[in-house]
């Protein structure tokens, strides 16, 4: 009884690890359609949360708090929890998912099946994406604060390793059979081609679009690597089979993060491109030679940022930064079929495929509802003069409700070059009033004479305060 006990559970655990869990990115045909095991997760940034959906129904299970959501407790010297949710990685076998909180350099694994934190570890300056090696343990981590890649014990946490690469690590990928590990930076044009055995650089790819990579991910068959370039609306398209730039693609203002899906058997790029509220999709059936534009998916949601395919390649998921939700994209038609409300500001989004098996329970562990019960961020596209080079001046404005203060931010885009702006209200009780809310200066370079200011945050009481209507963007001087 004993023995073919043994015999039983070892054929068993062959029969497991031979087949192994599929991740997406997948190539056709290999993956099981989307099932009830299957899991999104997104990384809110504002919420300070993760937010669990079932992709299969669209519905969402609840949260995950890292800690306190944004100008809570998080400014008191006592504070010790996580600041700002941001990137999002996971362990082949679906068991784990690890998130990166920007600000306080904590890496948290997460246990699928019921949501527990497993390890947390604090890493070097700014740990933003990061992602498990094959061997389903150790999560390598892009540090944008320092020039190498930190190496944590993903179950018992703490630093088992670094890597020295070139500036500012950016995010870590692994190829298919787990030897090698890609990083890109946001202080150099170059990718990084790391044997993972001996933990050091082997190749640098040169000659990227930009030096700073906000996002990069590599295709199914791991031959293609596209890197996004958010500051220069630009995507590097590298071949890993020559180790070089094929081509680069003019994507759109705010390019953000690049996945790929199979579809007819071929296989095709997509683009979240934040300013346009829109998906681009290429196709690239030779990875040596360029994409082709093919379409581009209207989104349902404000700003997309973060996207992942199912293994089937059935569907996209796409995350709108600006509108906390995400669109459900059906790939047969490339339309949005849903869209879902997540926690505030999310960034990353990934697809865990067989992260609470049958028989495990319902997943909904440990899950909150942090971040889900706010009031939907409100966003009005200001509209200034049109100047020297007949570019006109514009101005996202989003308020989001937080306890307490609203957050109000700003993505001003073409703009004049080191030129200082308001954007200013009437309140509801001064109609006649203008006040001025907010001045930022153009400082990040947009083409000749131009500039933008990515990143305007403030937080005051807006909601029941001032008009969104009246919002205004000027040039002071
Ligand atoms: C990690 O998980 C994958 C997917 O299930 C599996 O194929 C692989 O064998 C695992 N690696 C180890 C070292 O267990
Ligand atoms: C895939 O093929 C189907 C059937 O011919 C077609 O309707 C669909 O548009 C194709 N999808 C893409 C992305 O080419
Ligand atoms: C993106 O969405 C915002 C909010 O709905 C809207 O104001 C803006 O005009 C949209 N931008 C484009 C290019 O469609
Ligand atoms: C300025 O842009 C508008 C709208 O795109 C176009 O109609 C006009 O011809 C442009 N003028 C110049 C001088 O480029
Ligand atoms: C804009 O400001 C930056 C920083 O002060 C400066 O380095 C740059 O030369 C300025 N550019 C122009 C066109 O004035």
């Known amino acids: 009884m004993l023995l073919s006990g043994l015999i039983c559970s070892t054929a068993l655990g062959l029969a497991a690890s031979v087949a192994g869990q599929i991740q997406a990115p ?75 909180s920007v600000t306080s350099n904590t890496v948290t694994v997460i246990r699928c099946v019921d949501n527990s934190i497993v390890s947390q570890t604090f890493v070097d300056r700014n740990a933003h994406e990061a992602f498990f090696a094959s061997d389903n343990r150790t999560v390598w981590v892009g540090t944008r604060g320092v020039d190498r890649i930190d190496i944590v014990d993903g179950i018992n946490g703490g630093i088992v390793g670094y890597v020295n690469t070139a500036g500012g690590p950016s995010k870590v990928l692994f190829s298919p059979d787990g030897k090698l590990a890609y990083a890109n930076h946001i202080r150099s044009p170059t990718v990084s081609i790391i044997d993972v055995e001996t933990r050091t650089v082997v190749r ?44 680069v693609l003019e994507t759109g203002p705010e390019t953000n993060h690049p996945n790929f899906a199979d579809i007819n058997g071929t296989t095709h790029g997509f683009v979240t491109v934040a300013a346009e509220n829109l998906t681009r999709v290429y196709t690239q059936p ?111 404005v989003t308020v989001r409700r937080q306890a307490g203060l609203d957050m109000f931010q700003v993505i001003g885009r073409g703009l004049k070059l080191n030129t200082t702006y308001t954007v200013s209200a009437s309140c509801l009780q001064c109609k006649a009033v203008r006040i001025p809310l907010v001045e930022f200066s153009a400082s990040t370079p947009s083409g000749p004479g131009c500039g933008t200011a990515p990143q305007v945050l403030a937080f005051f009481k807006f909601i029941g305060v001032y008009s969104m209507e009246s919002l205004k963007l000027v040039e002071v001087y």
């Open 26 to 100: 997948a190539i056709a045909g290999v993956a099981p359609p989307i099932s009830n095991a299957d899991r999104l997760y997104t990384g809110d940034q504002s919420s300070n949360t993760i937010t669990v959906i079932k992709p299969l129904t669209g519905e969402v299970l609840g949260t995950i708090a890292l800690g306190k959501q944004r100008l809570t407790d998080v400014l008191n010297p006592q504070y010790i929890q996580a600041v700002n949710t941001h990137g999002l990685g996971f362990s082949r076998d679906g068991k784990y998912i690890v998130s990166l």
């Open 204 to 247: 640098s790819i040169t000659g990227l679009a930009d030096k700073f990579s906000s996002d990069m991910m590599l295709s199914a068959d791991g031959k293609r690597l596209w890197a996004a370039h958010k500051m220069v609306d630009k995507v590097s398209v590298i071949s890993l089979q020559s180790n070089r730039v094929v081509s």
């Open 286 to 396: 030779d990875p040596e030679h360029a994409p082709v534009y093919l379409t581009s998916i209207k989104a349902n949601v404000i700003e997309p940022h973060g996207l992942w395919p199912s293994p089937d390649n059935s569907y996209m998921y796409v995350l709108g930064e600006h509108s906390d939700a995400v669109d459900f994209v059906d790939l047969s038609t490339m339309r949005v079929t849903k869209t879902v409300h997540i926690g505030q500001e999310g960034q990353a989004l990934v697809y865990v495929a067989g992260a609470v098996p049958e028989g495990s329970g319902d997943g909904t562990q440990n899950l909150g509802r942090q971040g889900l019960s706010r009031q939907r961020p409100l966003n009005k596209l200001l509209v200034g003069e049109t100047h020297s080079d007949n570019v006109t001046a514009t101005a996202l």
